[in-house]
């Protein structure tokens, strides 16, 4: 039987139902699970994958759940020859950055999800350390292969641990007694549900962008709280589109991985995730709307404030010009010679920009 090449031997001291795993250190800090389950319940034994593996098969009736974060190209390699899985599905597994899809092979599956997290208004966001990093929210990936009698998670990024799924299952024996297919379903259905909670959020952003869209003055940082909101929004349907047609495939084709009594469970996280997408569109929609409106508000405040300028402008250039034309001192102005020739001319100046300023009063310029 091949051999996989771990960090570290997997070894569980508190390997016993009904608590949940605890991952071993790597060396190279990504852990590593390995748990044979047999009709739903955890088993009470400490397995590397190849004794796991031989055990299931075996057995018949069992399976092994392998969960991985962020493991080195060695192990995948390894895991794949172990497990039989598809070459290229294995180069999809070592690379980050995936699309969400599902893929086909003989005998196994490969679902990659793309997991969101929108942090709370006034939460810093840590530093950007891989391409999917971004804005306020976090992202990474879980990569799901199912087998007849096995499951493999492969994590990336920080967000997006399944220990405390794994717990959930094991206390949920009915359901994990279904298979892998069980597995796949659960990690479906909490990317989906941290999907609608990401979105419940950011509607709640967008209501409040939208009821002061037009109430509150127009502002170049009310148009960048706009752009981010637009760009999260992207970035989420980016996650849930991909999932919706595959999803839809697992509840409605019959396939030999997925029993029949989990199609029906398939098909309501689908539903969950094309009412998400239909209710991001018009998130998008309404940003871009109220976008184009906060725009054209900024520059008709523009335009206003450069007629306000103008008419200024207007004003100030009548006593300017009065004082440069007396300031050259030539012998025939009125004013040296005439008594009343200054206060004469500072009157006509200020009735001239008295008149000059109703009138652009009156046309809203001032």
Known sequence: MPT????????????????????????????????????????QST???????????????????????????????GLGDLLGLHP???????????????????????AIFRTVRRLPAGVAAPAPTDPGAHGIAQ???????????????????????????RFRLEREQARLAAGPSAVLHAVAERVVSDYLHAAQT?????????????????????????????HETRELRRAVRPIIKPLAMLASEPLHLVPAELREHFGGVADHAAQLGEQLAGHEELLSSIA???????????????????????IIAVP???????????????????PYGYP?????????CLTLHRSFRRRGWL
């Open 139 to 165: 992202t990474g990936e879980i990569l799901v292969f199912l087998g007849r009698d096995f499951v493999v998670t492969v994590r990336h990024g920080e967000y997006g641990g399944l220990r405390a799924l």
């Open 88 to 110: 290229p599905a294995v180069d999809a597994a070592v690379r980050a950055g995936q699309r969400p899809k599902l893929d086909r092979h003989a005998d196994t599956l490969l």
């Open 292 to 314: 184009q409106a906060n725009l054209m508000r900024i520059a008709a405040g523009q335009r206003e404030d450069l007629r306000r300028i103008a008419a200024w402008a207007a």
């Open 202 to 230: 950011l509607q709640r952003a967008v209501a409040a962008v939208e009821s002061t869209a037009f109430t509150a003055p127009a502002q170049a940082t009310q148009a960048e709280r706009i752009f981010l909101l637009r």
């Open 47 to 77: 397995l590397t994958p190849e004794e796991a593996v031989g055990q299931v098969r075996e057995d018949g009736a069992a399976f092994v759940w392998i969960g991985l974060h962020e493991p080195d190209e060695a192990t995948l390699r």
């Open 4 to 43: 996989v090449r771990h960090h570290t031997e997997t070894r569980f001291a508190n390997d016993v139902p009904g608590r949940p795993a605890r991952p071993s250190t790597a060396r190279h800090g990504h852990p590593i699970d390995c748990v044979v389950y047999r009709d739903g319940v955890r088993q």
């Open 344 to 352: 004469t001319l500072l009157a006509l100046a200020f009735v001239a």
């Open 320 to 338: 300017a010009t009065a004082a440069v034309g007396y300031g050259v001192n030539l012998a025939s102005m009125p004013g040296p010679h005439w």
